[in-house]
């Protein structure tokens, strides 16, 4: 019988596999309002460029990251003026935002987003954003295409925000998203009358929505005199525009997706392979501990693990079995052994 104790692998012998798993993200609005534990997990920060939003109070250490909430303008805005408040800081998020999602034009300037994701088409950008950035820890590999809805509160008032909502969802990507973004796959985001309000970015995990999603809405909570869209986007600083957003909150869900790569080795031992062990144990004195001297009793050895080597012989994988196979020249096996990545 073959003494056998490394085989090498033939085409034949692996495979590999692709699986998405996908797992129901449920966001509640109380959470993303401000209305949970006295507003605690919601983190502000000095510079006022964005807020954060936690899962439990943001101090604690088994809070959770949920998402960052930001706005920014384009260059071109018919709000843009120098004197607004922030005017700097805003053109530069948007400029940032657009920059690593819509990349380039040909002329070397920063495509602005554009409502239905045909760049090359004029007169339906999106000058100005709300931008949500959710956790990697949520989003995984990203989001399902399909999944995303978000309800927003399009109430008069900031005490009574949820006295009229929209329900925004990406529900036509599922067989028509756009491909032209550096950051990847995105689709377009649309309230429950059709009308295109924004974009969402699968892999990159962010969603970009106009500010008319709130309108006027939010003037009270911002202390404006006017109701004016005008003085909301000019005279507030980003934090105040993120709070404005946050508070109208309702619910977020959406379906994440981890991609999951196998390769399947199916590890064959002939009926004249793998008879014998490598275990010093099974000699003694030169003899086969387990024929017991008789020359009739074939040899036979227990499976109990398989190991996958390089090409220079290192040990790169170990693989246990539940029990262990016992192996004669009567017998032939073959283990399945999966390596996900």
């Known amino acids: 019988m073959a003494n056998t104790f490394f085989k090498s692998f033939s ?5 590999t596999s692709r699986t998405l798993l996908h797992e129901a993200i449920p966001i509640t609005g109380s959470i993303v309002s401000g209305t949970y534990n006295a507003n605690s997990n919601i983190k502000s920060f000095s510079h006022a460029m964005y807020k954060s939003v936690y899962d439990y109070p943001f101090l604690s250490s088994s809070a959770n990251h949920i998402f960052d909430v930001s706005f920014g303008y384009n260059v071109s805005s018919s709000f843009r003026n120098t004197t607004n408040t922030q005017d700097t800081k805003k053109v530069n998020m948007y400029t940032q935002m657009a920059q690593v999602l819509m990349g380039f034009d040909t002329d ?4 602005n987003f554009d409502g239905d994701g045909n760049s090359s088409t004029a007169g339906d950008k999106l000058n100005e954003c709300f931008f949500m950035n959710f956790s990697r820890l949520l989003v995984k590999d990203e989001i399902k295409k399909g ?3 978000l309800t927003l509160g399009t109430g008069s008032t900031y005490t009574s925000p949820f006295a009229q909502t929209h329900i925004i969802t990406d529900s036509s990507a599922t067989s028509s998203f756009n491909i032209n973004s550096p950051a990847g796959e995105f689709g377009i985001l649309k309230r429950h009358d059709g009308e295109k309000v924004g974009l969402l970015y699968y ?8 500010s008319s999603v709130l309108g006027a809405a939010a003037a009270t909570q911002l202390n404006i005199a006017t109701e004016k869209r005008q003085a909301i986007l000019t005279g507030s600083n980003i934090d105040k525009m993120s709070d404005a957003f946050i508070h109208r909150v309702l619910n977020i869900s959406f379906n994440n997706t981890t991609e999951l790569n196998s390769t399947i080795y199916f590890c064959r031992a002939n009926h004249n392979e793998f008879n014998y062990s490598s275990n010093p144990t099974y000699l003694t004195e030169s003899k086969i501990v387990v024929k ?4 009739m009793m074939p040899p036979r050895s227990y499976v109990t693990t398989v190991g996958l080597y390089s090409a220079d012989n290192e040990l790169l994988a170990v693989a246990k079995l539940s029990e262990p196979l016992r192996k004669d020249p009567s017998s032939e096996i073959t283990l399945r052994v999966r390596l996900d990545y």
């Open 108 to 111: 070397a300037a920063v495509k």
């Open 203 to 210: 892999q990159a995990g962010i969603a970009v929505l106009t």
């Open 292 to 295: 017991a001297d008789d020359l």
């Open 147 to 149: 999944s995303f809805s």
């Open 11 to 15: 085409e034949a012998d692996r495979t």
